[in-house]
């Protein structure tokens, strides 16, 4: 079982930054591919930021260049640096893992998932 627990949420003005973390527990290693999601109010959820267990990337379009996905694997932990902040990237955000030796390409490949973390970006 794999139990992940975001936080580094807030409310940040635009232009501002936050760095979020997500904690994961169980069995989960360098082996597993992490992601973050994001989910703004009446929209659908969407890829933010997927990493590899070997440190390969990728970046949703609205973000590249603002955002930075990384992690530890010793510490079990996922990171994602925002920076220079808009109002369009307010939603909740969440952390999710997929099994051992899987590349998701898709959301639903994605086995486990945390609880979420509201970011707030005011004009």
């Known amino acids: 079982q794999v139990h992940l627990v975001e936080s580094g949420g807030g409310l940040v003005q635009a232009g501002g930054s936050l760095r979020l973390s997500c904690a994961a527990s169980?069995?989960?290693?360098?082996?597993?591919?992490m992601g973050w999601y994001r989910q703004a109010p009446e929209k659908q959820r969407e890829l933010v930021a997927t990493?590899?267990?070997?440190?390969?990337?990728n970046y949703a379009d609205s973000v590249k260049g603002r955002f930075t996905i990384s992690r530890d694997n010793a510490k079990k932990t996922v990171y994602l640096r925002m920076n220079r902040l808009k109002p369009d990237d307010t939603a909740v955000y969440y952390c999710?893992?997929?099994?051992?030796?899987?590349?998701?390409?898709?959301?639903?490949?994605?086995?486990?998932w945390g609880q979420g973390t509201q970011v707030t970006v005011s004009s």
């Open positions: 169980g069995s989960i290693s360098s082996s597993n591919a």
């Open positions: 999710a893992a997929a099994r051992r030796f899987i590349i998701p390409t898709r959301e639903e490949e994605y086995a486990y």
């Open positions: 990493i590899t267990g070997g440190g390969l990337t």
